[in-house]
């Protein structure tokens, strides 16, 4: 009879065996076998990535369309190293499919990871649990929904108006416009999402901010092993997991009661119902919950914060990183931001738009709606600079992907148009983001130009059906997964344009450049000071204190 420790040391070499023969798989025998493996790409060494040439922006916006000319609109490249095929595609039918089907979802390690902050909302849930997410959060982002909440954002406009009127000494002031517009949207989304006033513009310390503000910018400082390994926030939790805990725990205590006083307004009868005036997305979440027509399923009050957390965590970064970029992108063009001004300064604009009154509410909207250089703006900036730079899906079977392009395999064998490459299951696909906003094909060549008057004049190729993005663009993806919030999104930028632009003019400070880095969003850092961390510093005059032109 074996003994115990030969029986020990039975179970080591089995072990260890088990874990040698996986990674032979891994390494040798599973890549000979995937059929991405015939699809054209760059080479390279057995353990090197081409990772940081498809996500670091001093690359990609380059590498993408010299890879194009190489291999054509589908390749692959290498992820975590040679045996790792990753598939990318700029084919517009391809990416289509691939966003259309319930067979793609985002990596269960990027769902895992983002859960540990945002819980199971709408941007870390897959299948019918996001069907029927988005079912619910649908009427809080309805176009009638956005159109009153534009006021808000008009009137938070005005209070950092206000408050940089204060800081803006003399001639001129150098302000960091990404910290600050950062606040003033956290502020907009607390009244739009809660009608809860976060005061972050007159000051950073209200508990519930703070909260957030701290959980959200630790989500970039987290390290490779633990977004890889996310149980080692359990087992092991560093300094932190344990700060991004205690900033869960406040957001639920206060967003319980927030959640327990919005029910209090809404009365539910069998048979008639008295719904609640107010219009922030918290009480037309709850309302959109209790009138679902599934009386058998609705969300749990912790399924409706991870909802509030998701909006706030994908709608107020992004938002103020857009508005930020917008205003960097006007300042490298002064005189399309001089366009701008005059447009905005027109007597009608929005005399009185701010009004909370029902009458004001759809003019606000409709007058920003209107304004042509000011969607052109907005919509350039979005394009030039998507706050995510892309993004990826793993394939849950194996699959049939269309192309629309011909692709030429590296045994000389070429895919048609109409035709189809394979792909296995678990296989990664990147959509570049970024990529498909900066193709030349689709937007001219001088893409990398921020130039909006493109926008009165797309080609053809850039307008519906052939481009199937939201807004005709990828930066809001399209699909079952696309961002409900765009016209959110859309509107608090034009919002706050509409209101500083009048007001300041903005300058690139002498001897500034201004690059971006890459994490789960696209931040600026001046160039040299990357140590100092995201900022976005530019010279902020009064228009009224300008030299006459």
């Known amino acids: 009879m074996p003994t115990p420790l030969t029986l020990l040391l039975w179970s080591i070499v089995l072990l260890v065996g088990r874990g040698l023969l996986w990674i032979v798989n891994l390494l040798v025998i599973s890549p000979l076998f995937d059929p991405l493996r015939k699809l054209p790409g760059p080479t390279a060494p057995f353990f090197y990535s081409h990772i940081q040439r498809v996500v670091n922006p001093d690359f990609s916006a380059t590498q993408h369309e010299e890879w194009k000319k190489k291999y054509g609109k589908t390749f692959r490249y290498h992820g975590s190293g040679k045996f790792d095929y990753r598939l990318m595609t700029f084919d517009l039918r391809a990416v289509s499919h691939i966003l259309m089907s319930p067979i793609y979802e985002k990596p269960r390690v990027t769902r895992t990871f983002l859960s540990t902050m945002l819980g199971k909302g709408i941007f870390t849930t897959e299948g019918a649990e996001h069907t029927f997410q988005r079912k619910i959060i649908g009427p809080a982002f309805a176009l009638q929904s956005i159109k009153t909440l534009t006021p808000i954002f008009l009137r938070t406009a005005e209070e950092l108006r206000d408050k940089w009127d204060e800081i803006i000494s003399n ?56 977004i890889l390994v996310p149980v080692l926030d359990k087992l092991w939790p560093d300094w932190i997991a344990r700060a991004v805990r205690e900033s869960r725990q406040v957001i639920y205590a206060t967003g319980r009661r927030l959640i327990s006083e919005r029910k209090s307004t809404i009365i539910v009868e069998k048979g008639s119902s008295k719904v609640s005036n107010e219009k922030d997305l918290l009480t037309l979440l709850i309302q959109s919950n209790l009138y679902n027509n599934d009386s058998t399923r609705t969300l749990s009050d912790p399924d409706l914060l991870d909802q509030i957390s998701s909006f706030f965590f994908a709608g107020s970064d992004t938002t103020a ?47 920003l709606d209107s304004l042509p250089l000011l969607d052109s703006v907005v919509r350039e900036t979005l394009r030039l600079a998507p706050p995510v730079h892309g993004t990826l899906r793993v394939a849950t079977q194996n699959d049939q992907i269309p192309v629309s392009e011909p692709i030429t395999m590296t045994d000389g064998t070429v895919v048609a148009p109409g035709g189809y490459i394979s792909i296995r299951k678990g296989s990664i696909i990147h959509i570049p983001i970024e990529g498909l906003n900066y193709a030349k094909d689709i937007w001219s060549e001088d893409t990398l130009k921020f130039r909006p008057e493109r ?21 809001f993806s399209f699909g079952p997964n696309s961002c409900p919030g765009y016209r959110f999104t859309i509107s608090e930028m034009k919002a706050f344009l509409s209101v500083i632009l009048p007001h300041y003019t903005f300058s690139i400070p002498e001897g500034q450049i201004i690059s971006k880095r890459n994490g789960l969003f696209t931040r600026p850092f001046v160039k040299g000071k990357s140590q100092m961390g995201v900022q976005l510093p530019l010279v902020v005059k009064r228009v009224d204190e300008c030299d006459p032109l």
Not at 197 to 213: D, P, S
Not at 328 to 356: F, G, K, M, N, V
Request: aromatic share 12%; with cysteine.
């Open 321 to 367: 990183l857009s508005l930020s970029w917008s205003l960097y992108y006007l300042a490298l063009h002064p005189e399309i931001q001089t366009r701008l001004r005059e447009e905005l300064a027109h007597p009608t604009t929005l005399d009185s738009a701010s009004s909370s009154s029902s009458s004001h509410e759809d003019r606000a909207y409709d007058i």
């Open 455 to 475: 926008w009165s004049s797309l080609p053809p190729v850039a307008q519906p059906p052939n481009f199937p993005g939201l807004a005709n663009l990828m930066t």
């Open 171 to 226: 001639d001129e002031h150098q302000i960091d416009v990404c910290h600050w517009v950062s606040r003033a949207t956290f502020d907009a989304f607390g009244m739009a999402c809660l009608t809860y006033n976060f005061r972050a513009i007159h000051g950073e310390t209200e508990e519930l901010y703070v909260a957030f503000r701290k959980m959200f910018d630790l989500a970039d400082r987290k390290g490779i092993l633990r």
